[in-house]
């Protein structure tokens, strides 16, 4: 098993509609939980940090944790075309010595129509 | 300006080669990575540093080095390069204290010839 999951996509919404990016992960002791966005030939970019179960809302962005199912989630409302990028799921992860580290999902490309 | 900066963002060079590419940051953070990205690989880290005396691999340090100068250098050198090193090099930054994010520079494009 994957230590971050995420479905590479593409996915595809109509513009306006709710865009929900899913991501799972292997640790159970997890306690940072981020999304970036990249664009195309871009360096990711942070959006979203979360760090308790339940929502977050930062504009038309909102993280959800549920950390009993080891879930982690985007959703992004209104969406427009300038949200058409890819979307990486970042946890951290502790290792069996103790160290974190910050695991990358290989991201969900994500495409808003007009 | 970026409060990290990589240079070169872009290099073409050949086979052989040895190739330096540098990360420098403004952010006042410990802790510098290495990363290359390729198309449907996701990122993959390199090379780690927790602070000036702490250099570590990640999962695909082969062919690579690093150097931590200073809190806020860290370069990374491809020996001599070779095509398949061909990808998107990244460096970030985070703070010590544990369950910080990672700050991202705007990424060299290396193509090995």
């Known amino acids: 098993q994957k230590e971050v999951e995420q479905n590479s996509g593409p996915l595809s919404v109509p513009e306006g509609a709710i865009a929900s990016l899913n991501c799972t992960y292997s640790?159970?002791?997890?306690?940072?939980f981020f999304w970036y966005r990249q664009y195309s030939g871009k360096s990711p970019e942070l959006i979203m940090s979360?760090?308790?179960?339940g929502d977050k809302e930062d504009g038309r962005f909102t993280a959800q944790l549920n950390k009993a199912s080891q879930y982690v989630s985007l959703l992004i409302r209104d969406s427009q075309p300038s949200d058409s990028a890819t979307y990486l799921c970042?946890?951290?992860?502790?290792?069996?010595?103790?160290?974190?580290?910050?695991?990358f999902g290989q991201g969900t490309r994500l495409t808003i129509n007009p | 300006d970026a409060d990290v900066t990589q240079t070169p963002r872009n290099r073409i060079t050949k086979t052989g080669k040895r190739i330096m590419l540098e990360c420098s940051q403004t952010?006042?953070?410990?802790?510098m990575y290495w990363y290359r990205q390729d198309p449907g690989l996701g990122l993959r880290l390199i090379y780690y540093?927790?602070?000036?005396?702490?250099?570590n691999k990640g999962e695909i340090s082969d062919g690579y080095s690093v150097s931590r100068q200073a809190q806020a250098k860290f370069s990374l050198s491809l020996e001599s390069a070779i095509p398949n090193q061909t990808a998107l090099y990244f460096c970030?930054?985070?703070?010590?204290?544990?369950?910080?994010?990672?700050?991202f520079g705007d990424g060299t494009r290396l193509s090995i010839l």
């Open positions: 970030a930054t985070s703070d010590r204290t544990g369950n910080q994010p990672q700050h």
């Open positions: 640790d159970r002791v997890s306690q940072s």
């Open positions: 979360i760090y308790s179960n």
């Open positions: 970042a946890v951290n992860i502790v290792s069996r010595q103790g160290a974190q580290k910050l695991v």
């Open positions: 952010k006042g953070h410990d802790r």
């Open positions: 540093s927790f602070d000036v005396k702490d250099i």
